[in-house]
C-alpha cells in the first residue's frame, strides 16, 4: 500500500504502523485510508477558509489566532479557561462526578431501540415485541419515593440543608443549647407546608392521570365490541373512537361513519393550531361492507419506527387474502395521534403505538426547573454569611485561648451564632411570591392574566432581552383579503366590487350559452366582441384568477346548524342546503380560509367538499361540480400546494398551485413584474401567494397518476421521490395572480414596544413568516423605527459567504439585523460568538423563516454569551421550546390554542398587557423580595451580634443570651407581621411607573440587591445590635434578668422602628402590623414570667432606659436617611417631587 508521506501523518497514524505485524496489514490498512481521507477533508477545509478576505474579529484575543481557527474559537476560549490545576479544583470534580453519575444512569436506564413494525390488524398476539402500556404517567414520585424525593428536593439548597445539620445538632447533649422546638419548629414548619403542597400537587397528578387511564373505549374483537380501559389498549387492537372523545394511542385511520370516508380532528391539545385537520380513512378498509368485516381479511399495517415529528408518517397498508394483493400507502393524513379529539363522525383505526412511543409523549419534555437571579443573589449571601458566622466561632474560639474541649465550644458557638442565617428568609420569600402572584391575577388593567410558576415573579423586573413570536402575537392572526395583483392591474379594497361585476358577468354569460360546456375564457370573447380588447383580457382573468383562488386549497365548509347536509342532498336540493347561514371554514391556514371567504364576497363560493369532489355556486346560484383527482398539501420545505381537478362539465383537467414567491417564481413562466410586485406587497406589510396554472392532456396526468403511485408506495426516500415525480409536472406554468393577505397588528402593540425599549428591553423578533413580511411588521409595528437602517443580511450557505456577510455587517453602526433561519444556522456553525456579539449590540433584531429549535437556541445562546435574563412570548405550540427555555416564559391565549399559555410561566391575554406587567409588577416584585430578603437578614444579624458582644463580655462563654421562646417569638409573632407588610411597599405609583418605563432601566443592574446594600446591612446589625446589648449591660441594675428584658423589649422596639425607616410608601395594613405586633409583645409579657420580672418592666426605670437605648440605636439612621433624601435623592424621589 502507499503510506502517506511524513509531513501528513498524524501521531495516531505513526502508533497505527508500529503496531503493524502484530494485528495484520488488513485491518491497518483500511483504518489508514479513513485516516488519511478525513485529513485530507480537513485540509481542503483549512484551504477554502483562506478565501475569507478580510479577518473577523470581535477582540484583541482573537487576533492571536489563525483564521481557520475561527469555528472552534468558543470552544477554545472555554478549552483556555479551563486548564490546569485551577480547572481540576474548580470544576474538575464536578465533571469527573457528572460523567460517572451519567454511565450509571445510562446503564441502569438503557433505552431500548425504537424499529419499525408490522401490525396485523385486531391481532396484538402477532407482535413480534413487546411494546409499552398504553397509560399516561405525569406523577413526580411513587408510594416509595415521595418522602426521599421531596426531602431531596428540599435540603439540596445550602439553606435548608444547613438547618437541618443545626436542628440535628441538638440531639447530642454536649451542643444542647436551647431548647429543641426552637430549633425543630421552623424547620418542622417549613417542611411540613412544602409536603403538603407536593402530596397535593401529586394527588391531582395522580387523578388526573387515572381519570386518562381510565377512559372506556370500545375496542372490536371477533366476537364483537367489547369494552375496554384506555390503559388496556394494545398494539394492533381495533378502537372504536366516538365523536368528541379524545383519541387513546397512534392509530392509522381504516373507517369512519361519515360517508365521504374521511373525519376532521381537533389537534389544539397536540400542536397548539385550533384549527380542524382533515383525515383521510383507509380506502381499502373504508370500502368493506361492514364493520366486522375487518376480521374477515388478511390485512397488516407497516409502520415506520416511533419519532417525534407529528407533521410526517410514511407507512404502507396491505391486504394479502386479494388477488393481487392490495397494496396503499399511508402518509400523515391517514393517522390519528393520540391526544387529539374526534370532531366529527365515529372513527375505527388500528393502533400502531402507545405509551411513551406516541407523537404526544416524544413530544412532551419535562421543562426545567426555573429559579430567579434573586434567589440565585440571596444564596451567595447566605453563603457569605456562613462563612461570616464560621469566622466569627474561631475568633471566638481563640480568644478563649483554646482551652478545654475547643472544638466543641467552636460547634456551641456555630449553633449560638447561627441566626445570623435565618431559617424565617425561605418562608418570608415563599409568601411574598405567592402575595405577587395574587396581585398580578387581581389587577383589573390586565385581565386574564394567570401566574403559572409562583417563584420567579422577581425576573419580571430584571429583563434585558424580550424574544417574541410574531403572527398571533404582534400581529392578530385574523387574515384579510387586500390586494389582487394581475400583473397589469392591481385590485385594492375599495375596487373589490369591480372584480364582484366581472365575475358576475363571466357566468351570467357563460350560462346564457346554449351548450353550456365551454370553457370560462370562451364564451367571454365571443360575448364581449364588441367591448374594448383590454377589458375582455382583464376580465378572462380575472375570472381564471378567482376560480383558481376557490378551487386550490384545503379548505372545507361545516354547516353547524344541519350537520351532513351537504353530504347527503342531491343537486336539486343543493341550492337550499348551500345557501345555510351558519357555514364555516375549517383549514389549517387562516390564510386560507381568508382567500375563501373572499372569494364568496366576489360571488363564487365553495359550498361542499369531500375527499374526490368539491362543488361551487355561482352569482347566479348555479352549481359547478369539480372531481378532486389528485392535493399536494403545503409543507415548510417546498414552501406551496398543489391541486389537480377535472371539470365535471367540461371534462378538462387542471393543476393549479399556490405558495410563496421563492419557491413559485422558478415554476411560473418568465414574466417582468411577479418579484416588484412582490416587494411592493411585503413593504405594505402583505403575506404574498403567487398562484398559477398548467392544463393537462388525458395522457398526461395518466402518465404522471401512475408514477405518482409508485413513488408514494415505496419505503426508502419516499418523500425525496413523491417531491421528484410532483416538480416533473411544476414546468413552465402559466402566472395568474398574486394575492395579498394583511395580518392586522394587535391593540397597542406600537406603543408597548416603544414602552419596552424605552425601558432598556432588547427586543427580538423570531418568526416562521418570510423574511419581506416580517421586516414590514417589524417597521409598522415600531419595533424598528422608521429613521434606523436596517441590515439585511444576505442568504449565506458556506463559510466564506458568512464570514464576508458578517464583515459587512460589522462596519454598520446602531442598525437593526434581519436574517433567515438558514443563514442563522451557518453562521452558528462558524462564528458563534462573533455572531452572538455583533447581534447584542444592535437595538433590534429580526430572525424569520425560524424553527421552534431554532427559536429556543437563539434564547440559550443569549443566556450563554451575555449572563442576562431573557424573556420568552408568544402564543402558538411552536413557541413552547423557546418559552420554556427562557428565564421568564409568557404566553398569549390566542387563536392558536392554549398551548403556549398553559408551558408559560405567566399568561396573559393581551400582547400590550406586557407592558404594565413588566413596569409595575416586575419592578414591585423586585423591589419588595430585596427588601424583604435583606431586612430578615438584617433581624437574623442584629441578635446574632448581641450574643457575640454577650458572649465577649462574659469571657467568651457559649452560653444563649435568650432561650425558649423568647427566639421563636423574635423571629414570628413579635417581628412577622410587620417585616411581613414590606410586600405592600413601592417606591413609585404604578402610574409614574409606566409614563417613566426609563426607571426601568436602574432595575437590571441589580442595585436593589447587591453586595455593597448587603455590606450596608451588616454595618447597620452590627452597630443596633452593639448599642442594644452595651446599653443594656450599662444600664441594668442588681440582676442579670434585668439585662434580657431591657435589651429584648429594646431589639422588638427597634425592628418594627427599622421597618418603618424601610418603608417608601404607607399601606394601611402596615400600620396594623405594627400596632398589632406591638400588641402581642405588651401583652405576652405577663405571661413570661420565666424570662422577665414583672414587678421590674412596670417601673418608670425600665421604661426610660429602654427608650434611651432605643433612641439611641435609630436615630441616627433616621438622620442619615433624611439628609441622604436631600442629598442625593434616587431618581425616582426627583420624579415624585
Same mark, same amino acid.
Given at each position: 500500500m502507499d503510506v502517506p508521506t511524513p509531513d501528513l501523518v498524524c501521531p495516531d497514524t505513526t502508533w497505527a504502523m508500529g503496531r503493524v505485524s502484530s494485528y495484520g496489514w488488513g485491518v491497518w490498512e483500511s483504518r489508514l485510508h479513513a485516516l488519511f481521507a478525513v485529513q485530507c477533508r480537513y485540509q481542503l477545509e483549512d484551504e477554502s477558509a483562506h478565501l475569507d478576505e478580510m479577518p473577523l474579529m470581535m477582540s484583541e484575543e482573537g487576533f492571536e489566532n489563525e483564521e481557520s481557527d475561527y469555528h472552534t474559537?468558543?470552544?477554545?476560549?472555554?478549552?483556555?479557561?479551563?486548564?490546569?490545576?485551577?480547572?481540576?479544583?474548580?470544576?474538575?470534580?464536578?465533571?469527573?462526578?457528572?460523567?460517572?453519575?451519567?454511565?450509571?444512569i445510562n446503564i441502569c436506564r438503557r433505552k431500548k431501540e425504537l424499529k419499525a413494525?408490522?401490525?396485523?390488524?385486531?391481532?396484538?398476539?402477532?407482535?413480534?415485541?413487546?411494546?409499552?402500556?398504553?397509560?399516561?404517567?405525569?406523577?413526580?414520585?411513587?408510594?416509595?419515593?415521595?418522602?426521599?424525593?421531596?426531602?431531596?428536593?428540599?435540603?439540596?439548597?445550602?439553606?435548608?440543608?444547613?438547618?437541618?445539620?443545626?436542628?440535628?445538632?441538638?440531639?447530642?447533649?454536649?451542643?444542647?443549647?436551647?431548647?429543641?422546638?426552637?430549633?425543630?419548629?421552623?424547620?418542622?414548619?417549613?417542611l411540613a407546608v412544602t409536603m403538603t403542597r407536593e402530596a397535593i400537587d401529586e394527588?391531582?397528578?395522580?387523578?388526573?392521570?387515572?381519570?386518562?387511564?381510565?377512559?372506556?373505549?370500545?375496542?372490536?374483537?371477533?366476537?364483537?365490541?367489547?369494552?375496554?380501559?384506555?390503559?388496556?389498549?394494545?398494539?394492533?387492537?381495533?378502537?372504536?373512537?366516538?365523536k368528541n372523545q379524545r383519541i387513546p394511542s397512534d392509530m392509522v385511520f381504516l373507517r369512519t361513519s361519515e360517508k365521504a370516508g374521511s373525519c376532521f380532528i381537533r389537534t389544539d391539545q397536540l400542536d397548539g393550531e385550533t384549527d380542524w385537520k382533515l383525515k383521510v380513512a383507509v380506502s381499502c378498509t373504508q370500502?368493506?361492507?361492514?364493520?366486522?368485516?375487518?376480521?374477515?381479511?388478511?390485512?397488516?399495517?407497516?409502520?415506520?419506527?416511533?419519532? #417525534?415529528?407529528?407533521?410526517?408518517?410514511?407507512?404502507?397498508?396491505?391486504?394479502?387474502?386479494?388477488?393481487?394483493?392490495?397494496?396503499?400507502?399511508?402518509?400523515?393524513?391517514?393517522?390519528?395521534?393520540?391526544?387529539?379529539?374526534?370532531?366529527?363522525?365515529?372513527?375505527?383505526?388500528?393502533?400502531?403505538?402507545?405509551?411513551?412511543?406516541?407523537?404526544?409523549?416524544?413530544?412532551?419534555?419535562?421543562?426545567?426547573?426555573?429559579?430567579?437571579?434573586?434567589?440565585?443573589?440571596?444564596?451567595?449571601?447566605?453563603?457569605?454569611?456562613?462563612?461570616?458566622?464560621?469566622?466569627?466561632?474561631?475568633? #471566638?474560639?481563640?480568644?478563649?485561648?483554646?482551652?478545654?474541649?475547643?472544638?466543641?465550644?467552636?460547634?456551641?458557638?456555630?449553633?449560638?451564632?447561627?441566626?445570623?442565617?435565618?431559617?424565617?428568609?425561605?418562608?418570608?420569600?415563599?409568601?411574598?411570591?405567592?402575595?405577587?402572584?395574587?396581585?398580578?391575577?387581581?389587577?383589573?388593567?390586565?385581565?386574564?392574566?394567570?401566574?403559572?410558576?409562583?417563584?420567579?415573579?422577581?425576573?419580571?423586573?430584571?429583563l434585558v432581552y424580550l424574544l417574541t413570536d410574531k403572527t398571533g402575537t404582534l400581529t392578530q392572526n385574523e387574515m384579510i383579503f387586500k390586494r389582487l395583483h394581475l400583473g397589469t392591474v392591481s385590485y385594492g379594497a375599495d375596487t373589490m366590487d369591480e372584480i364582484q361585476s366581472h365575475v358576475r358577468d363571466s357566468y351570467s354569460q357563460m350560462q346564457s350559452q346554449a351548450g353550456g360546456n365551454n370553457t370560462g375564457s370562451t364564451p367571454l370573447r365571443k360575448a364581449q366582441s364588441s367591448a374594448p380588447k383590454v377589458r375582455k383580457s382583464v376580465s378572462s382573468r380575472i375570472h381564471e384568477a378567482v376560480k383558481a383562488i376557490v378551487l386550490c386549497h384545503n379548505v372545507t365548509p361545516v354547516y353547524e346548524s344541519r350537520a351532513g347536509v351537504t353530504e347527503e342532498t342531491e343537486f336539486a336540493e343543493a341550492d337550499q342546503d348551500f345557501s345555510d347561514e351558519n357555514r364555516t371554514y375549517q383549514a389549517s391556514s387562516p390564510d386560507e380560509v381568508a382567500l375563501v371567504q373572499w372569494t364568496e364576497s366576489v360571488g363564487l363560493t365553495l359550498v361542499s367538499r369531500d375527499l374526490t369532489s368539491m362543488q361551487l355556486k355561482t352569482p347566479s346560484g348555479q352549481v359547478l361540480s369539480f372531481c378532486i383527482l389528485q392535493l399536494f398539501p403545503f409543507t415548510s420545505e417546498s414552501k406551496r400546494m398543489g391541486v389537480i381537478v377535472r371539470d365535471e362539465s367540461t371534462a378538462e383537467i387542471t393543476f393549479y398551485m399556490?405558495?410563496?414567491?421563492?419557491?413559485?417564481?422558478?415554476?411560473?413562466?418568465?414574466?417582468?413584474w411577479l418579484e416588484e410586485e412582490c416587494g411592493n406587497m411585503a413593504r405594505e406589510g402583505l403575506r404574498t401567494l403567487v398562484v398559477a396554472?398548467?392544463?393537462?392532456?388525458?395522457?398526461?396526468?395518466?402518465?404522471?397518476?401512475?408514477?405518482?403511485?409508485?413513488?408514494?408506495?415505496?419505503?426508502?426516500?419516499?418523500?425525496?421521490?413523491?417531491?421528484?415525480?410532483?416538480?416533473?409536472?411544476?414546468?413552465?406554468m402559466e402566472l395568474l395572480c398574486l394575492t395579498g393577505v394583511e395580518d392586522q397588528l394587535q391593540a397597542d402593540v406600537r406603543p408597548t414596544l416603544e414602552m419596552l425599549r424605552n425601558a432598556g428591553i432588547k427586543i427580538w423578533m423570531l418568526t416562521g413568516d418570510k423574511l419581506e413580511t416580517a421586516t414590514c411588521i417589524a417597521k409598522s409595528s415600531h419595533l424598528v423605527s422608521r429613521t434606523q437602517d436596517i441590515h439585511i443580511f444576505r442568504q449565506v450557505t458556506s463559510r466564506g459567504e458568512a464570514h464576508l456577510e458578517l464583515n459587512a455587517f460589522r462596519r454598520k453602526h446602531d442598525c437593526a439585523l434581519v436574517i433567515s433561519g438558514d443563514s442563522l444556522e451557518v453562521c452558528l456553525k462558524y462564528y458563534e460568538h462573533e455572531f452572538v456579539?455583533?447581534?447584542?449590540?444592535?437595538?433590534a433584531v429580526v430572525c424569520c423563516r425560524c424553527s421552534p429549535t431554532q427559536k429556543a437556541r437563539i434564547v440559550t445562546l443569549l443566556q450563554q454569551h451575555t449572563g442576562r435574563r431573557t424573556c420568552a412570548i408568544g402564543d402558538g405550540g411552536n413557541d413552547v421550546s423557546m418559552i420554556q427555555a427562557a428565564d421568564c416564559g409568557i404566553g398569549i391565549e390566542g387563536k392558536?390554542?392554549?398551548?403556549?399559555?398553559?408551558?408559560?410561566?405567566?399568561?396573559?391575554?393581551?400582547?400590550?398587557?406586557?407592558?404594565?406587567?413588566? #413596569?409595575?409588577?416586575?419592578?414591585?416584585?423586585?423591589?419588595?423580595?430585596?427588601?424583604?430578603?435583606?431586612?430578615?437578614?438584617h433581624r437574623g444579624l442584629i441578635i446574632s451580634t448581641m450574643q457575640a458582644v454577650f458572649s465577649s463580655v462574659f469571657y467568651f462563654a457559649s452560653v444563649p443570651l435568650y432561650q425558649g421562646f423568647l427566639m421563636v417569638g423574635y423571629a414570628t409573632i413579635y417581628t412577622m407581621f410587620p417585616v411581613f407588610s414590606l410586600v405592600l411597599d413601592q417606591d413609585v405609583k404604578p402610574e409614574m411607573a409606566m409614563l417613566y418605563p426609563e426607571l426601568y432601566k436602574d432595575l437590571t443592574k441589580g442595585r436593589s440587591l447587591s453586595f455593597k446594600t448587603f455590606l450596608i446591612w451588616v454595618l447597620i446589625s452590627i452597630y443596633q445590635g452593639g448599642i442594644l446589648m452595651y446599653g443594656a449591660l450599662v444600664l441594668f441594675e442588681s440582676e442579670f434578668v434585668h439585662v434580657v428584658a431591657i435589651s429584648f423589649t429594646a431589639l422588638i422596639l427597634t425592628e418594627l422602628l427599622m421597618v418603618a425607616l424601610t418603608v417608601r410608601t404607607w399601606h394601611w395594613l402596615m400600620v396594623v402590623a405594627e400596632f398589632l405586633s406591638l400588641g402581642c409583645y405588651v401583652s405576652s409579657l405577663a405571661f413570661l414570667n420565666e424570662y422577665f420580672d414583672v414587678a421590674f418592666i412596670t417601673t418608670v426605670t425600665f421604661l426610660w432606659k429602654v427608650s434611651a437605648i432605643t433612641v439611641v440605636s435609630c436615630l441616627p439612621l433616621y438622620v442619615l436617611k433624611y439628609l441622604r433624601r436631600k442629598l442625593s435623592p434616587p431618581s425616582y424621589c426627583k420624579l415624585a417631587s
Open positions: 474559537l468558543p470552544r477554545a476560549r472555554i478549552m483556555q479557561r479551563k486548564r490546569g490545576l485551577e480547572w481540576f479544583v474548580c470544576d474538575g470534580w464536578k465533571f469527573l462526578c457528572t460523567s460517572c453519575c451519567g454511565w450509571l413494525r408490522t401490525v396485523w390488524l385486531g391481532c396484538p398476539e402477532k407482535c413480534e415485541e413487546k411494546h409499552p402500556r398504553n397509560s399516561i404517567k405525569n406523577q413526580k414520585y411513587n408510594v416509595f419515593t415521595f418522602i426521599p424525593g421531596v426531602l431531596y428536593e428540599q435540603f439540596k439548597f445550602f439553606l435548608n440543608l444547613y438547618f437541618l445539620v443545626i436542628s440535628c445538632s441538638q440531639f447530642v447533649p454536649a451542643l444542647k443549647i436551647g431548647y429543641l422546638y426552637t430549633y425543630w419548629a421552623p424547620l418542622g414548619f417549613v394527588f391531582r397528578r395522580f387523578q388526573r392521570d387515572k381519570e386518562v387511564n381510565s377512559q372506556l373505549y370500545s375496542k372490536l374483537t371477533v366476537r364483537g365490541k367489547v369494552q375496554v380501559k384506555s390503559s388496556d389498549i394494545q398494539v394492533g387492537d381495533l378502537i372504536i373512537v366516538e370500502r368493506l361492507p361492514a364493520l366486522g368485516d375487518l376480521f374477515s381479511i388478511s390485512a397488516y399495517v407497516y409502520a415506520q419506527k416511533p419519532q #417525534m415529528d407529528i407533521h410526517s408518517f410514511e407507512g404502507t397498508f396491505t391486504r394479502e387474502d386479494s388477488d393481487p394483493p392490495i397494496h396503499e400507502s399511508l402518509s400523515i393524513e391517514n393517522t390519528l395521534w393520540a391526544s387529539t379529539i374526534v370532531a366529527s363522525g365515529t372513527v375505527i383505526g388500528v393502533v400502531i403505538y402507545t405509551g411513551k412511543e406516541t407523537r404526544s409523549v416524544m413530544n412532551t419534555s419535562n421543562p426545567k426547573n426555573k429559579v430567579g437571579l434573586l434567589d440565585l443573589e440571596l444564596n451567595r449571601l447566605t453563603k457569605a454569611l456562613f462563612l461570616a458566622l464560621v469566622a466569627l466561632s474561631i475568633v #471566638m474560639v481563640t480568644l478563649q485561648g483554646f482551652v478545654g474541649p475547643w472544638y466543641r465550644n467552636l460547634f456551641r458557638f456555630l449553633l449560638l451564632f447561627s441566626y445570623i442565617i435565618p431559617i424565617s428568609l425561605r418562608v418570608n420569600l415563599d409568601m411574598g411570591k405567592a402575595v405577587y402572584g395574587w396581585m398580578m391575577m387581581k389587577d383589573e388593567n390586565i385581565p386574564g392574566t394567570v401566574v403559572r410558576t409562583s417563584t420567579i415573579p422577581e425576573e419580571l423586573g430584571r399556490k405558495g410563496a414567491d421563492v419557491a413559485m417564481s422558478p415554476i411560473v413562466q418568465y414574466n417582468d396554472k398548467k392544463a393537462l392532456t388525458e395522457e398526461q396526468y395518466q402518465d404522471f397518476e401512475s408514477r405518482y403511485t409508485q413513488a408514494k408506495l415505496s419505503m426508502h426516500d419516499r418523500s425525496l421521490k413523491v417531491a421528484a415525480v410532483v416538480e416533473s409536472l411544476e414546468r413552465e456579539e455583533l447581534a447584542c449590540q444592535c437595538p392558536e390554542g392554549k398551548q403556549a399559555s398553559l408551558a408559560a410561566d405567566f399568561s396573559i391575554t393581551q400582547f400590550r398587557h406586557i407592558g404594565r406587567l413588566l #413596569m409595575v409588577h416586575g419592578r414591585n416584585s423586585y423591589k419588595r423580595s430585596a427588601a424583604l430578603g435583606q431586612f430578615v437578614m
